[in-house]
C-alpha cells in the first residue's frame, strides 16, 4: 500500500488549482535544476544540484542516468540510499494531481537499488535494499528488500534470497 497523504480540493480539479498547492516560482526553480540535471553528464555534480537546491536526500556513490525526471512539484520528498543506479528516463514522482484531490507521497529507494531505465516510480512507495526494478516498470507498491520486481502492473520476479552476497 502507497504511503500517501490526501489533500480535498472543491471547484475545479486539482491540478487547475496548482498554484495554490506549490508555489510557481519554486516549480520554476525546481523545473531549472532538474532540467539541467538531466543532461548533465557529471554524476557527483547532478547529486550537488539535487543535494543542494531541490533539497532531495542522495547517497554517496547513487548514479542517476542521463534524463532521469524527478518530480517537479516535491522533489523534497525523494530520498534516494547510497550506490544505486537510477536508469535513463526514469521518472520518480512524489505527487499525483486527481480530480477531487491531490496526494503527496515520500519516495524511499534504499541502498544498493537498481532501477532500470524507463521506469515508472509512484508518490509513496518505499524501494528496500538491494532490490532490483526491472526496465519499464511501473513502481505501484512497497518492493521488499533484495526483491527482483518487473511488469506492468509491478510483479515480484523472484523474492530475495539468503545465499546471494552484499
Not at 489533500?7 to 523545473?31: D, I, M
Amino acid at each position: 500500500m502507497r504511503q500517501t497523504r490526501r489533500f480535498p480540493v472543491h471547484g475545479a480539479n486539482s491540478l487547475w488549482q496548482l498554484y495554490r498547492t506549490v508555489s510557481f516560482w519554486k516549480v520554476v526553480k525546481n523545473f531549472l535544476v532538474i532540467q539541467v540535471a538531466r543532461y548533465t553528464p557529471f554524476l557527483s555534480w547532478k547529486n550537488w544540484l539535487y543535494r543542494t537546491f531541490l533539497r532531495m536526500e542522495v547517497g554517496e556513490q547513487t548514479a542517476v542516468a542521463l534524463m532521469v525526471m524527478m518530480d517537479i512539484m516535491f522533489p523534497e520528498l525523494i530520498k534516494i540510499g547510497r550506490n544505486c543506479v537510477i536508469g535513463y528516463n526514469t521518472t520518480i514522482l512524489a505527487h499525483e494531481y486527481l480530480v477531487d484531490e491531490y496526494r503527496l507521497g515520500e519516495v524511499r529507494i534504499g541502498d544498493r537499488v537498481l532501477v532500470g531505465a524507463n521506469s515508472t516510480i509512484l508518490p509513496g512507495v518505499t524501494i528496500g535494499d538491494g532490490a532490483i526494478v526491472a526496465a519499464g516498470t511501473v513502481v505501484h507498491k512497497d518492493v521488499p528488500p533484495g526483491a527482483f520486481v518487473g511488469g506492468n502492473p509491478m510483479q515480484i520476479i523472484r523474492e530475495a534470497s539468503t545465499d546471494r552476497p552484499e
